[in-house]
T-cell receptor, first 117, second 114 residues
Framework: DAGVIQSPRHEVTEMGQEVTLRCKPI?????LFWYRQTMMRGLELLIY????????DSGMPEDRFSAKMPNASFSTLKIQPSEPRDSAVYFC???????????????FGNGTRLTVT | GNSVTQMEGPVTLSEEAFLTINCTYT??????LFWYVQYPGEGLQLLLK?????DKGSNKGFEATYRKETTSFHLEKGSVQVSDSAVYFC?????????????FGQGTELSVKP
């Protein structure tokens, strides 16, 4: 099992540019989550999908952020245009079920560290 | 709404010291409780879990007991090692009230010195 795979590991971009983060969940997992981690705000849930359908995007900070899941093995998080305050580590996680039940924990990728200058 | 509060870090200990990281929660239902650990440069991974009052979760020498009367789930380890240096997150899920969505605390950084 390769685990949750995220790319790129690091992304440095200039303000105003479009940024696309990618995630491949664990095969067979039906839930996919995008989190953002910063020193100031900790770990924030941005959006999650069930069977490729967005269920709750209430954590997406603003319209500059969008996420898609075109199939069960791939998801993207896009920021357009990017701003310096978007600098953070973005994590993708997947699970069987919502990850909050006793026997189905969340499996996290190693994250993408985004720096917007 | 449901929430999780952890003691602030960073916590710095010498090797073989006793560790306690406090975690308290607020929940309207009967949540399951979790500790996740994040090693440097990695994502979070499940450390231990408990599903009902008085359950004790344990793994890798770490323990936490689900205390409903004090709404707490404190993480303990009798003798820490340098390799335990990481950020520890307490979390809860309340399946019947929030569909099982995980709610994380803010994380507590642990640094163990040789």
């Amino acid at each position: 099992d390769a685990g949750v795979i995220q790319s790129p590991r690091h992304e440095v971009t200039e303000m105003g540019q479009e940024v696309t983060l990618r995630c491949k969940p664990i095969s067979g997992h039906d839930y996919l989550f995008w989190y953002r981690q910063t020193m100031m705000r900790g770990l924030e849930l941005l959006i999650y999908f069930n069977n490729n359908v967005p269920i709750d995007d209430s954590g997406m900070p603003e319209d500059r952020f969008s996420a898609k899941m075109p199939n069960a093995s791939f998801s993207t998080l896009k920021i357009q245009p990017s701003e310096p305050r978007d600098s953070a580590v973005y994590f993708c996680a997947s699970s069987v079920g919502q990850g909050g039940t006793y026997n189905s924990p969340l499996h996290f990728g190693n994250g993408t560290r985004l720096t917007v200058t | 709404g449901n929430s999780v509060t952890q003691m602030e870090g960073p916590v710095t200990l010498s090797e073989e010291a006793f560790l306690t990281i406090n975690c308290t929660y607020t929940a309207t239902g009967y949540p399951s409780l979790f500790w996740y650990v994040q090693y440097p440069g990695e994502g979070l991974q499940l450390l231990l879990k408990a599903t009902k009052a008085d359950d004790k979760g344990s793994n890798k020498g770490f323990e936490a007991t689900y205390r409903k009367e004090t709404t707490s789930f404190h993480l303990e380890k009798g003798s820490v090692q340098v390799s335990d240096s990481a950020v520890y997150f307490c979390a809860l899920s309340d399946f019947y009230n929030q569909g099982g969505k995980l709610i994380f605390g803010q994380g507590t950084e642990l640094s163990v010195k040789p």
